[in-house]
């Protein structure tokens, strides 16, 4: 094998009066990616958005116009976000790890959006107990399932 900057080239001669040539050149190129841009410039601004949609659940559900300018708020950031992100990115083919994590983070956004609709109908419903429950668990299984969610996109993509 041929080392760096190195091209090995050989002749053959199968007949007697013909002669054939092949040429041959091997290159190596050594590619490493960075990771600590995508992790300070993407993944960490993206996971900050996500997560201050949490603070809806420590906020009175009747104060429900409120609730929805966080969610929506954060929501159309982040598809924002994911425009400015994809602009610089390479077209490819295929779902990477990042178009997961955006897709993720749409989904629990869209996801606190519809609890918020669901608590408050149920509170002007006359169920406000049931509905502070609901809107008070939010506050453990948003976080903990969207870095659920993440730890699995992980593990699955870089196996």
Not at 28 to 57: C, D, H, N
Request: a positive charge.
């Amino acid at each position: 094998m041929a080392g760096e900057g190195e091209c090995q080239s050989g002749a053959s001669s199968r007949n007697k009066g013909a002669r054939t040539s092949t040429g041959e050149a091997l290159f190596q190129i050594v590619v490493e990616r960075r990771s600590g841009f995508y992790i300070w410039k993407i993944f960490l601004p993206l996971l900050i958005m996500t997560l201050i949609a949490t603070v809806v659940f420590w906020i009175d559900v009747k104060k429900f116009d409120w609730l929805l300018k966080i969610a929506m708020t954060m929501l159309l950031a982040t598809v924002a976000f994911e425009f400015a992100v994809a602009r610089d990115l390479p077209r490819i083919g295929y779902i990477a790890l990042l178009d997961s994590v955006f897709l993720v983070s749409l989904v629990f956004s869209f996801v606190c959006i519809c609890e918020i609709a669901l608590v408050y109908l149920m509170h002007g419903a006359g169920r406000r107990p049931t509905a502070l429950k609901l809107h008070q668990a939010g506050r453990w299984v948003y976080p903990v399932g969207y870095f659920g969610a993440l730890l699995l996109l992980t593990v699955v993509f870089l196996r």
